[in-house]
């Protein structure tokens, strides 16, 4: 059973940053494209940064210049940096591999 678990989430204050982890179980994230989807109260579920395993990377165009997805594969570990957060950046944050597995998400609360 492959398990995904954020964390890193918690309340920041508008501008600043935050660091969230996606640690894969079984050796298995090398092998996946990772992703990173948020979802605010009442929104649905929306793309937010992805590494392949390329190491290309693909943003959504409300993150761009902000967030940087990255990915460490010998630490089964994939990272996305937020940096100038603002209060329409606050969501549950979720991490996939490929869309197949997903984590229980991490909530990410920006306000002062």
């Known amino acids: 059973q492959v398990q995904l678990v954020e964390s890193g989430g918690g309340l920041v204050q508008p501008g600043g940053s935050l660091r969230l982890s996606c640690a894969a179980s079984?050796?298995?994230?090398?092998?996946?494209?990772v992703a990173w989807y948020r979802q605010a109260p009442g929104n649905e579920r929306e793309f937010v940064a992805r590494?392949?395993?390329?190491?290309?990377?693909n943003y959504a165009d409300s993150v761009k210049g902000r967030f940087t997805v990255s990915r460490d594969n010998a630490k089964n570990t994939a990272f996305l940096q937020m940096n100038s957060l603002k209060p329409e950046d606050t969501a549950v944050y979720y991490c996939?591999?490929?869309?197949?597995?997903w984590g229980q998400g991490t909530q990410v609360p920006v306000s002062s």
């Open positions: 996939t591999l490929a869309a197949q597995y």
């Open positions: 079984g050796g298995i994230l090398r092998f996946f494209t």
């Open positions: 590494v392949r395993l390329t190491g290309q990377t």
